[in-house]
């Protein structure tokens, strides 16, 4: 119950190069967590949705924080994500344990896909217990597009400030979202 990872290289077709991951371990996320203060209640099917991003994304990701390794700092990285007066908060931490700074996100431009996202999933999760495949299949395919329009938003938000791929923004998509549920 995931999300459906587009099966090329997305981050080229959107015009977006992540940062080199050839045998880097430097330029990647080794852990991540969410500010859970913000958040009320998840449903089980919410729940699922954040362990397997944060799964997925620990596993396999391309970040790269611009002014941190400007600096000098070096990865890899543990972030924590917190929303703070209706910013996103990126709290970095580099490998040597020191804070690399904060990152903050204006959320104007998400806010509509945020709410999209949920409907649909709130329609896709409904429909895995009564439809037939073809609509389960439609709902699916529109939740994907609303995800990915999602993911160029982030995408667009993060240009120089992080350097990532596709995917991990993706994963990044679910993980705002999910800080974004009130109850």
Known sequence: M?????PLNAAACWG????????DTTNRIEAITLDEATVIARSD????????????????????PVRATQDGQQGPWH?????????LAWHLTDASGQPAG?????????RRAIRDY???????????????????ETIDMARRGIHDRG???????????????FETARRLFTL????HIKG
């Open 45 to 64: 099917d919410i729940e699922k949705e954040r362990e397997v991003a944060l799964r997925d994304l620990v596993e396999e990701n391309a970040f790269k």
């Open 16 to 23: 977006r190069k992540g940062p080199d991951m050839d045998q």
């Open 2 to 6: 995931g999300y459906a990872l587009l």
């Open 151 to 165: 993911t160029r938003h982030l995408l667009d938000a993060l240009e120089g400030k992080v350097e990532t791929d």
């Open 79 to 87: 972030v924590h994500l917190e929303v703070v007066e209706g910013m």
């Open 118 to 136: 949920f409907a649909i999933c709130d329609s896709y999760y409904k429909a895995l217990r009564r439809a037939s495949a073809q609509e389960i």
């Open 176 to 179: 705002i979202c999910v800080l």
């Open 102 to 110: 904060t990152i903050g996100l204006g959320m104007a431009r998400m």
